[in-house]
Structure formats: C-alpha cells, structure tokens
C-alpha cells in the first residue's frame, strides 16, 4: 500500500516539472509583451493552470524576480570563469562582457525583465547582485593592477554599462548596433 511519504518524491519531481515548464512558458510571454506579459498568457504558454503558475509565483514581481535572478546566475558563473582563466585580465573581464550581452541578446524575456524590473525585483535579486558584484570587484582590480584598466572604474560601473547594452538590444534602426555600443563601451574602460 502506497503512503504519501511514499508519493512525495514523485510530487516534487511534479513541482519541478511544473516549475520548468513555467519558467519556460514566462520566457516565451516575457519576451513577447515584455513587463506587460500576464500570469494568464503564462500558464497558457506553461501548458499549466494559472492556479499552478500562482503557487509557485504568487506575483508577476515573483515571476519576473526569478528571470532576473537566474541570469544574475549566469553572469556569476561566466565571472568565476574568467576569474579563473589565465590570460590578461583586462581581456578577461571584457569576454565576461561581451559572453553576459550575448547571453541576454539571446534571451528577449531577460532583456525585458531586466529593462521593466522594479524595485521589488531588484530587492529580491539582492544576493545574487551581491556575488556578482563581489566577483566582478575582483576582475576589475586584477586588470587594475596588470595596468590595463582605467583606475577610476569600479564593479559599480560594469552593471550600469551593460543596462545600457541591454537597453539597446531591442533597437532595430539601420546602424544601432549593440554589439558596437558594448565595445566602444569596453574601450573606455581601457587604460590610456
């Protein structure tokens, strides 16, 4: 005779599914109508019940929170790579750069998560921000010292020139190209 103890690992393996399937179907709704997408078009697009999609984000924020704080992941992980990569450092963080832009150029739902992100978002990002920038603290002083990157940058600045990377991203006028506006960003990081 089966118990519930017995069923449980089969439901979390459920509710992982589920949460799969719904982090899914938000990239799809996400990337489409953008900080406007509804919990709604996600179940649909999650092939869940709007129930379902509430009991594992009871907020759009909630929803949003975990986009952004899994490409914050993703941009830890590329860090800790270059970190731990040999060559010049300055060249290191600036692959970091340019593998983070790519990712989110390949990723409409991040992109619009992090553009229509509000305070809550950013709030419930916090730890991940934390490590990134802690990770990103140590590049930037690792090119400082080798002599290649400006001494007036901080990790505080690696944040904000890829928002504005990313805010460029959506563009589709002749000649707006972001993979343009993120180097002539990497090169005024640069020591002169």
């Known amino acids: 005779m089966a118990t519930d103890l017995d069923n449980k690992p089969s439901l979390r393996a459920d509710a992982r599914r589920n949460h799969d399937k719904i982090i899914a179907g938000a990239r799809i709704v996400f990337a489409r109508d953008g900080a406007a997408a509804q919990m709604e078009d996600v179940a649909r697009a999650s092939a869940v019940g709007v129930g379902t999609v509430y009991r594992h984000f009871p907020t759009k924020e909630a929803l949003m929170t975990e986009l952004v704080r899994r490409t914050f992941e993703s941009f830890a992980e590329t860090a800790r790579e270059a970190l731990s990569g040999g060559g010049e450092p300055f060249e290191a963080l600036a692959d970091a750069m340019r593998r983070d832009s790519e990712l ?78 993120l180097e002539l960003a990497i090169d005024s990081l640069r020591a002169r």
């Open 104 to 181: 989110v150029a390949g990723d409409a739902a991040a992109q619009q998560a992090m553009m229509g992100a509000g305070a809550q978002v950013w709030e419930g990002t916090s730890a991940e921000r934390r490590q990134l920038e802690e990770l990103m603290q140590q590049l930037v002083e690792r090119a400082q010292r080798a002599g290649t990157m400006r001494p007036d940058v901080s990790a505080h600045d690696v944040p904000m020139i890829m928002c504005g990377v990313c805010a460029t991203m959506g563009h589709t006028a002749k000649k707006f190209d972001w993979r343009r506006h």
